[in-house]
């Protein structure tokens, strides 16, 4: 064999041999374009569980035939794309013709799932844990016990009425009610710091659990807002007199779960920790869930006389400083009804 024949044979195996290493490395490239595909187009939650690694997931989403498997060269490919094996666990969106990088680039970067929830203020915790159930997406960790009026998680931890602010939480799918209650509770931390930083406590509210808990009675009677600061004085009023606040919320309370939504003499006689009728004082406990204005709302009452309200049927109340003047009220806006707060 000639020299010259020798070197036209060694060049063909260069370019030989360059032309498999650019076609390798084509092949290997073009692994992170792959696209899965779903059943129908959907779009499917995908668990990373802790501890797992990419490869096992990858293998996950070959037995669901999400992903057809290339064997060595996706190997390959994530050996050239070690950022892209670090994943984290949780519950990750996969769609339908995504892409293998654009959906691994977002499992390693923990972009979970997440969902919104809105907690509505007047709202007892046990209808909040309803609310909860009713989506799917929450994983339900706290019991309510009836019968002595008590929330407590699978750890026996003890979570208390009302102590949560109103507001949209955002949270991973599947996280646990716990978890979301945690977030509502540093909330209302925040929101009674903010607000002692600008008002400061009645006398006759020396705490932060009786305050909380009239602002939770003054939520349930507010129909229209621009009451709320008179019905806190009126309130604030009836205690500084030592009379009972005779408030029907605090009644249904102490009824519980079962309460059908008829309130009656009876109810208003039957004494229970929460029966504002049959006691002096405030309820040992916040009766719902109050938002930032009705905390608010007692710590800047309106400055009136008025120590009674009734109800008008619009939203709104009557509010008087005398018992004739209130039962006249009653009267005129419940139809004759002669029950009469004293």
């Known amino acids: 064999m000639t020299n010259k024949i020798k070197a036209t044979l060694i060049t063909w195996l260069m370019c030989l041999a360059l032309l498999a290493t650019i076609s390798a490395a084509y092949l290997i490239n073009i692994q992170g374009r792959t696209l899965f595909k779903l059943p129908n187009q959907a779009t499917v939650l995908v668990e990373v569980k802790s501890g797992s690694n990419v490869v096992q997931l990858l293998k996950q989403m070959n037995q669901r035939d999400y992903l057809t498997d290339t064997g060595v060269l996706r190997k390959l490919w994530l050996k050239t794309n070690p950022h892209l094996s670090q994943i984290k666990a949780g519950w990750y969106q996969l769609s339908h013709d995504q892409s293998l990088v654009s959906w691994l680039s977002e499992v390693a970067k923990g972009e979970v799932i997440t969902h919104k929830i809105t907690l509505v203020e007047g709202q007892t915790l046990w209808e909040w844990l309803a609310k909860m159930s009713s989506t799917g997406l929450i994983n339900i960790d706290v019991k309510f016990d009836e019968g002595n009026f008590r929330y407590t998680d699978l750890t026996g931890r003890v979570w208390s009425e009302g102590t949560y602010l109103p507001e949209t939480y955002q949270f991973t799918h599947l ?42 009675i003054i939520e349930k009677e507010t129909g229209a807002a621009h009451e709320r600061e008179h019905i806190a004085g009126v309130f604030l009023n009836r205690l500084s007199r030592n009379m009972r606040l005779q408030t029907d919320p605090t009644v249904i309370y102490g009824i519980g779960p079962s309460f059908d939504g008829d309130i009656t003499r009876e109810h208003l006689k039957t004494p229970t920790p929460f029966n504002t009728y049959t006691m002096k004082g405030l309820p040992p406990s916040p009766i719902a869930a109050p938002s930032k204005a009705a905390l608010e709302s007692v710590l800047k009452p309106l400055a009136t006389q008025d120590l009674y309200f009734v109800a008008k049927g619009n939203g709104e109340h009557h509010f008087s400083e005398t018992l004739q003047e209130h039962n006249q009220a009653v009267r005129q806006y419940q139809l004759n009804k002669t029950i009469s707060k004293e």
């Not at 009610?177 to 909330?187: D, G, N, P």
């Not at 925040?190 to 932060?208: A, F, G, R």
Request: no cysteine.
């Open 175 to 216: 996280a646990s009610a716990t978890s979301i209650l945690r977030q509502a509770k540093q909330a209302q931390v925040d929101t009674l710091n903010q607000l002692l930083s600008e008002y400061e406590l009645p006398e006759l509210i020396p705490s932060k659990a009786q305050w909380i808990t009239l602002a939770s």
